[in-house]
Nanobody, 117 residues
Framework: QVQLVESGGGLVQPGGSLRLSCAAS????????MGWYRQAPGKQRELVAT???????NYADSVKGRFTISRDNAKNTVYLQMNSLKPEDTAVYYC???????????WGQGTQVTVAP
């Protein structure tokens, strides 16, 4: 069983930056494809960015050029650097892990990001 703990959310002004972290435990991190998703009030959860063990990344069009996902396999941690934040980025951000060595799709508890003046 993999546990995911997010941190780094908060309130930031438009144009500002935040870095989210997600620490994984209870599994082999290099077997996990990691991702960040977000859910705004009244909307469905949507993909923000993913990164596989090799480092290949994928981004939603709405965040390309502003957000960067990365992982540190030595620290069992995935990051989401968010720059040029917009009010529409306001949401609860969730860390996700998919086990590539067997069954298992895991979620963190979420961290709130609010972008407002």
């Amino acid at each position: 069983q993999v546990q995911l703990v997010e941190s780094g959310g908060g309130l930031v002004q438009p144009g500002g930056s935040l870095r989210l972290s997600c620490a994984a435990s209870g599994g082999t991190f290099t077997f996990l494809d990691m991702g960040w998703y977000r859910q705004a009030p009244g909307k469905q959860r949507e993909l923000v960015a993913t990164i596989v063990s090799s480092g290949r990344t994928n981004y939603a069009d709405s965040v390309k050029g502003r957000f960067t996902i990365s992982r540190d396999n030595a620290k069992n941690t995935v990051y989401l650097q968010m720059n040029s934040l917009k009010p529409e980025d306001t949401a609860v951000y969730y860390c996700n892990a998919v086990n590539t060595a067997g069954p298992g799709n895991y979620w963190g508890q979420g961290t709130q990001v609010t972008v407002a003046p």
